[in-house]
Each structure stands twice: as C-alpha cells, then as structure tokens.
C-alpha cells in the first residue's frame, strides 16, 4: 500500500486518481504509466539523467513539475552489474566442444588400440 503524494491518504499503486484528493497519480489514465511529480518548488528536470546527459526533448524541459519518463539521475549512476558478474560460465561448459572432441579422439584410439 502506498499513500498519496498531496493528502497521505492510503492507497493502492495502481490507483489512477486520488479518491480523497483527485490528485492525478498515473500518467493518461493508465495504471501502468507513473506520473512522477516534483517536490513543492522543485523541478524535476534538475534531478534527472536525461536533463544532465542533454537526451531530453520535452518542451517542459527543464521546469517539469510533472513528467512520465524522469529517472532519478543517483539511481542510474549506480554501477551496472557485468554479465560475468550475475552469471559465471563454469569451465566445462566454456570448453565442452574440445571436451566432447577429446573423448572421442580417445575412444577412437580406443577402438584401434583394441
Ligand atoms: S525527462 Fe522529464 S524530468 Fe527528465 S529532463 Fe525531460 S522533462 Fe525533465
Ligand atoms: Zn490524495
């Protein structure tokens, strides 16, 4: 359960409008599209990573005070994980077609031998 942003009233996340206070909370009337709002006198184009890296076309840039695509610019600086990081490969599988290769050199020596 979270709470509105205006009037702290509890309510669900997918909630469009605030029944207590008709705060709009999503963005065009879906419960999928959040609509990110600025603290009283802030803006949020100036805590935003695409204001900060220039990519940012909207025209109100950078006096936001509502805005469907803000991204937090601390959140998106935070180190990436590298995809050796989540997942390590172990080393038979790395080299399992020279293994495979390898047992059957040696059962094709196997077989002459015999
Ligand atoms: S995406 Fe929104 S909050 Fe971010 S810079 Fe553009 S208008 Fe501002
Ligand atoms: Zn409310």
Redesign the pocket.
């Known amino acids: 359960m979270s709470s509105c942003p205006q009037c702290h009233q509890a309510i669900s996340p997918q909630t469009v409008i605030c029944s207590y206070c008709g705060l709009e909370l999503k963005a065009h009337g879906h419960p999928g599209i959040d609509l990110h709002r600025a603290q009283l006198g802030t803006f949020?184009?100036d805590s935003?990573s695409?204001?900060q890296d220039d990519s940012?076309t909207?025209p109100?840039?950078?006096q936001?005070n509502t805005?469907t695509?803000?991204q937090d610019v601390t959140l998106a600086q935070e180190p990436q994980l590298s995809a050796s990081e989540i997942y390590t490969i172990p080393w038979w599988r790395k080299y399992s077609g020279w293994l495979l290769l390898g047992v059957i050199v040696l059962i094709s020596l196997a077989l002459v031998i015999l």
């Open positions: 949020l184009c935003c695409y204001h940012c909207f109100q840039r950078p936001a805005c695509l803000y």
